[in-house]
Structures are given as C-alpha cells and as structure tokens.
C-alpha cells in the first residue's frame, strides 16, 4: 500500500544512514519484454539503537537501492541470487544480489524491469489495474502477483512468461487500499494470501479457506505486508507501522501453519535502519534461514528502498 507522506515533516527520515561503497550496474540489453535499469547499492548499516533482536538472529548486511525504476517495490522473493520484486506502478522487477566470502550482502546488481500486462496482453493502467502488492515463486515455477483495488491473485505462469490467469483468491470485503499484501507458497502446491488489515488464507486450485488462528484484525497499529515460506514450516511475516512523522517500525514474525503468530523476531524502529517494510523473502541457509526484508519508498523522495538482511538460526 502506498502512503502518502508530507513532505515538511518527512525530511526526519533522511537520518537513515549509509556508508562507503557504492556499487553501480547498468547491464547490457537483453532481449524479450525485459530491459536494463539503473542500480546504485550502497551499504548502509543497521544503526546504533532502535533494533531488538530475538535471540539466535543476527545482522547480515544491507543496502540502500537507487534508481528511476527502483521506486514503490512492494513485495520480494529470491530465487537462488536472483531477486524478484513486484511494485505499486506495475512493474516486475529483478536483479542479483551479491554476498561476500562469509555470506554477509554486500551489493546488488544486473537489474532488469518488465511492465506487468493484463490478460489481454496490454500493459497494466491505470494504478487501480496495476497496483501489485504480493509475490509468490510457486515450486512448479509458476509466479503469482496479487493486486490490491482490484483485489485479485493473477499467476504468470512459470517465470511470469506468460498472460495472467486468474487463480483461487480470498473471497473477503477488503478495503480499497488494504488489500492481499502477503503472498507466498504453502506445502502440496498451495499459496497463503495475507490481509494487509488482517486475515490469512491458505488456497488451492479450488478455493482459499481462512487459518483458524489468524488474527483477523489488528489493534496496535502494525498492518501485515508481506510473507514467505519458513523452510522449516509456517511462515515469516513481515509487519509495518507508520505515524508521520517520526514513527516507522517494522518487525517480523513467525505464523504457525493454523496461522497463530509468535513474538517479534525482528523489531526495527528509529534511529535504526528502517522504512515502510513491504518485502521479505526466506532463504534457507546450513544454520537456519537469511531473511531479507525490502522497504517501499512510495516514489517519495524523503524515503529510501532498503534491502536489510537477517540471520535465524536453529
């Protein structure tokens, strides 16, 4: 979901930090429907203060991206070194994130930008058409977006190559901009649907059917953005709190499979690293799972696209 900011009271949020070391791609062309886009990553640290880690996660790096095309990413998964992201314009993006000799992220790079289309193979518009908010990699290959207004699951078929179909999507009154944020894959070829506002179904080929221990609303301030699978069962859910304009927060979660929630793994608010928290993306690792997480700037220039990075050990 994008939020609209002031600018005047935004400017707070400049005190991100960041330090040395940028490291600047602009890939050749490649052919099909994908072209080359400007990346900048430049490290950034996780900030004295403001960040509580459960015990057995630890900091592994992160980045501030920029570029013309890096704008409103709303949702990541990844897919060995290859991220996958979706935005609030339409887009599918993706580009190759680079970890140093002991796995710590270290830059990112070799981005690539494809306009989403509807079934009739146009491009998506206007935003009420093309506002993607989640992202799913499916074990088959199939790659599914769901969109919020019009709130709706489309997959893309394997390697988003083909036109959209519909698949099973919640059937729930969502509001107009707090739709399925979440997106991820479930064991036997299913996918979990995540209400930003609260809510989590489990669907199929046939229908979704609600977790009987989802919350199904919210009441201190932090809405559901994003999910994927835990390796080791259930799910990481991803969880973002925004009161201009000073307080950002955003923290993640472990979601039981009949959708029960554990405390916060990860916590962030100022003056840590942080931002609006839409993405995150669960890759097994030997001790346990690397969490990435990536935050949406809402094309506003007084924020950042963040892409912070966790380990959970077991």
Same mark, same amino acid.
């Given at each position: 979901?994008?939020?609209? =900011?002031?600018?005047?009271? *935004?400017?707070?949020?400049?005190?991100?930090?960041?330090?040395?070391?940028?490291?600047?791609?602009?890939?050749?062309?490649?052919?099909?429907?994908?072209?080359?886009?400007?990346?900048?990553?430049?490290?950034?640290?996780?900030?004295?203060?403001?960040?509580?880690?459960?015990?057995?996660?630890?900091?592994?790096?992160?980045?501030?991206?920029?570029?013309?095309? =890096?704008?409103?990413?709303?949702?990541?998964?990844?897919?060995?070194?290859?991220?996958?992201?979706?935005?609030?314009?339409?887009?599918?993006?993706?580009? &190759?994130?680079?970890?140093?000799?002991?796995?710590?992220?270290?830059?990112?790079? *070799?981005?690539?930008?494809?306009?989403?289309?509807?079934?009739?193979?146009?491009?998506? &518009?206007?935003?009420?058409?093309?506002?993607?908010?989640? =992202?799913?990699?499916?074990?088959?290959?199939?790659?599914?977006?769901?969109?919020?207004?019009?709130?709706?699951?489309? *997959?893309?078929?394997?390697?988003?190559?083909?036109?959209?179909?519909?698949? *099973? &999507?919640?059937?729930?009154?969502?509001?107009?901009?707090?739709?399925?944020?979440?997106?991820?894959?479930?064991?036997?070829?299913?996918?979990?649907?995540?209400?930003?506002?609260?809510?989590?179904?489990?669907?199929?080929?046939?229908?979704?059917?609600?977790?009987?221990?989802?919350?199904?609303?919210?009441?201190?301030?932090?809405?559901?953005?994003?999910?994927?699978?835990?390796?080791?069962?259930?799910?990481?859910?991803?969880?973002? =709190?925004?009161?201009?304009?000073?307080?950002?927060?955003?923290?993640?979660?472990?979601?039981?499979?009949?959708? $029960?929630?554990?405390?916060?793994?990860?916590?962030?608010?100022?003056?840590?690293? $942080?931002?609006?928290?839409?993405?995150?993306?669960?890759?097994?690792?030997? &001790?346990?799972?690397?969490?990435?997480?990536?935050?949406?700037?809402?094309?506003?220039?007084?924020?950042?696209?963040?892409?912070?990075?966790?380990?959970?050990?077991?």
């Amino acid at each position: 979901m994008r939020l609209v =900011l002031r600018a005047a009271t *935004s400017l707070a949020l400049m005190g991100l930090a960041a330090c040395a070391a940028i490291a600047t791609a602009t890939p050749g062309s490649i052919a099909g429907p994908d072209r080359a886009i400007r990346m900048e990553a430049r490290h950034v640290p996780l900030g004295l203060g403001g960040a509580t880690l459960a015990p057995g996660v630890s900091w592994a790096g992160g980045l501030v991206l920029r570029g013309p095309n =890096l704008h409103g990413l709303s949702d990541l998964k990844i897919d060995g070194d290859r991220a996958w992201a979706v935005a609030d314009f339409g887009d599918l993006v993706r580009f &190759t994130i680079r970890l140093d000799r002991n796995g710590r992220l270290t830059s990112a790079d *070799s981005a690539i930008n494809r306009p989403l289309t509807g079934t009739d193979g146009a491009v998506l &518009t206007p935003k009420a058409n093309a506002d993607a908010e989640g =992202l799913a990699l499916l074990p088959d290959g199939r790659v599914l977006i769901s969109f919020e207004r019009d709130h709706r699951i489309w *997959s893309y078929g394997a390697g988003a190559n083909s036109r959209p179909v519909l698949v *099973s &999507t919640p059937l729930h009154p969502f509001e107009d901009n707090q739709g399925i944020e979440g997106l991820a894959p479930a064991p036997y070829g299913k996918w979990l649907a995540l209400g930003e506002a609260g809510g989590a179904w489990l669907c199929d080929a046939d229908s979704c059917d609600p977790l009987p221990n989802a919350p199904a609303s919210y009441d201190d301030g932090f809405l559901t953005t994003g999910a994927d699978i835990d390796p080791a069962g259930g799910w990481f859910v991803v969880q973002r =709190l925004f009161v201009p304009p000073l307080n950002m927060q955003a923290r993640v979660r472990h979601m039981a499979p009949d959708g $029960t929630l554990s405390a916060p793994l990860i916590h962030l608010r100022p003056p840590a690293s $942080t931002d609006n928290f839409e993405g995150i993306a669960a890759v097994p690792t030997a &001790t346990g799972t690397r969490l990435y997480l990536l935050s949406d700037d809402n094309g506003n220039f007084v924020q950042k696209t963040l892409l912070l990075a966790f380990d959970v050990r077991r």
